[in-house]
């Protein structure tokens, strides 16, 4: 089946540091998807892609579509203690139109 | 936030008993679906439901069966649970195929 790559798997970082995590996949889609979860909560969606090279942003979240339609990449500026959380990257469409395949999350500690 | 929820929100149970999870929706969303979550990894998809008595597997459904009698309902059952089905599950819901899916709170099951 199909699959995504998304790292760092983890990341440590300084409040008001940038962040930057990013997926790949060997197989195309049609819509990219960035989730976050909270501990004991279920993902709760950041940002939706729906086009090659569309850039989107959230506030301090900034998502990118890339052009290959196999990436995409999500940045959070100025990062806060609340930013703490696993980040997930989710592709949709494609071959499996309808059901998403998730990465295996990128878990984010924000130090004070 | 949409109106899913998950009963129960915590399970213990031991090998080789039958357990079912409920999933509720009252979004009157067609497409609804059942994930796995284990340390470490995204959602994998178990089943889906794409209507009313209509439902298909996912990447992980060996020893899950699921069954869709009502809108609103989505229910997952483990015919004889195993260790190997020690997670949370989450159920997911879409008003139409490719769109962004909105996630119920979990369920943590132990199986002993």
């Known amino acids: 089946g199909q699959q995504l790559n998304q790292s760092p798997q983890s990341m440590f970082i300084q409040e008001g540091e940038d962040v930057s995590m990013n997926c790949t996949s060997s197989?195309?889609?049609?819509?990219w998807l960035w989730y976050k979860q909270d501990p004991g909560e279920g993902p709760v969606l950041l940002i939706a892609l729906y086009k090659a090279g569309e850039l989107t942003s959230n506030g301090r979240l900034t998502a990118q579509f890339g052009i290959t339609r196999k990436d995409s990449f999500l940045n959070i500026s100025a990062s806060i203690p609340s930013d703490v959380g696993i980040y997930f990257c989710a592709g949709d469409g494609g071959t499996n139109a309808g059901k998403s395949t998730f990465g295996d999350g990128t878990t984010l500690t924000v130090k004070p | 936030d949409a109106g899913i929820t998950q009963s129960p929100r915590h399970k213990v149970t031991e090998t080789g008993t039958p357990v079912t999870l409920r999933c509720h929706q009252t979004?009157?969303?067609?497409?609804m679906y059942w994930y796995r979550q284990d340390p470490g990894h995204g959602l994998r998809l178990i089943h889906y439901s794409y209507g009313v008595k209509d439902t298909d597997k996912g990447e992980v459904s060996d020893g899950y069966s699921v069954s869709r009698s009502k809108t609103e309902d989505f229910l997952l059952t483990l015919e004889s649970a195993t260790s190997s089905q020690t997670s949370v599950y989450f159920c997911a819901i879409t008003y139409a195929r490719g769109e962004t899916q909105y996630f119920g709170p979990g369920t943590r099951l132990l199986v002993l």
């Open positions: 197989s195309i889609f049609n819509t």
């Open positions: 979004e009157n969303h067609r497409y």
